[in-house]
């Protein structure tokens, strides 16, 4: 597919990208630009957000911010990311296209292009994470997925809480470039666990029941993983799609469901 663009604009300043892109719903923002054939057909004016210092990764004791434009190679690389629940984002990122794919693509250009075999959807839903947008502020990536607003913004940050749990990720596809299947992240923090499950092939969500019901268990053994798979396959929606059957991908499910589990808590022990 070819992107058909008329103008590609540099901004002096966040407020004034900001205003070239409320001028004209044909007006967009470049994040790395990898995912821009994926996303849109024609653009008016392609705003450039390079001259901000976006590119950062700020680490403090209770709180890593990744800048919109720092690209998955940056995160896959770093070291505080990379222990950060067994470097479950840091795997994610590493899993995605080749290395000059990821030398390119921004955390932010992928967070917001919204799409559902994203990589990166699930490892950052089992975490404490927000987005930070120059007008709307802090949101939580959970209530975006779900609610996503219909106001024109311009993503600056994603911030990630620092806390001390234990993290399994897995993307299953056709060959080591192309896109997800399925993929999957659970972490165990505090003695309670996250699941998320992307590429269904739906957007990534958490598994919401499935969670509540391990957090209420006392023992996990291997008959409460198959009852909170169950569960979570009952409010998760699977499908068929060109990647893969719908069966296929429910075989998937128990099978790294039950392996993540099992893994976090003997990682955990």
Request: charged content about 25%.
């Amino acid at each position: 597919m070819v992107l058909i663009l008329n103008e590609y604009v540099n901004p002096k300043s966040i407020e004034e990208a900001y205003s070239l892109f409320l001028e004209n719903r044909k007006n967009y923002i470049k994040g790395g630009g990898a995912w821009l054939k994926l996303t849109i057909k024609s653009a008016e004016k392609l705003i450039s957000l390079d001259n901000f210092n976006l590119d950062k990764i700020i680490v403090n004791d209770d709180l890593i911010e990744i800048g919109s434009m720092a690209t998955l190679r940056q995160i896959e690389t770093n070291r505080d990311i990379a222990n950060l629940y067994n470097g479950i984002l840091s795997k994610a990122c590493h899993n995605i296209m080749g290395i000059n794919v990821r030398n390119i693509a921004t955390i932010g250009g992928t967070v917001m292009a919204r799409l559902a075999f994203s990589d990166i959807y699930p490892a950052l839903l089992v975490m404490d994470t927000t987005l930070v947008f120059y007008k709307l502020g802090e949101i939580s990536l959970v209530d975006f997925i779900k609610n996503p607003t219909k106001e024109r913004d311009i993503l600056l940050s994603v911030k990630i809480k620092r806390k001390e749990g234990i993290g399994f990720y897995k993307k299953v596809a056709t060959t080591a470039l192309d896109f997800s299947i399925i993929n999957f992240a659970i972490v165990k923090v505090e003695n309670k666990y996250m699941i998320s499950v992307g590429s269904t092939p739906y957007i990534a969500s958490l598994a919401y029941n499935a969670m509540e019901f391990l957090n209420k268990q006392s023992k996990i053994t291997s008959l409460e993983i198959d009852e909170a798979i169950n569960i979570l396959l009952d409010e998760i929606k699977v499908s068929s799609n060109t990647r893969s059957s719908k069966d296929y991908r429910i075989g998937l499910v128990k099978t790294y469901i039950k392996r993540g589990i099992k893994k976090v808590n003997a990682d955990a022990s």
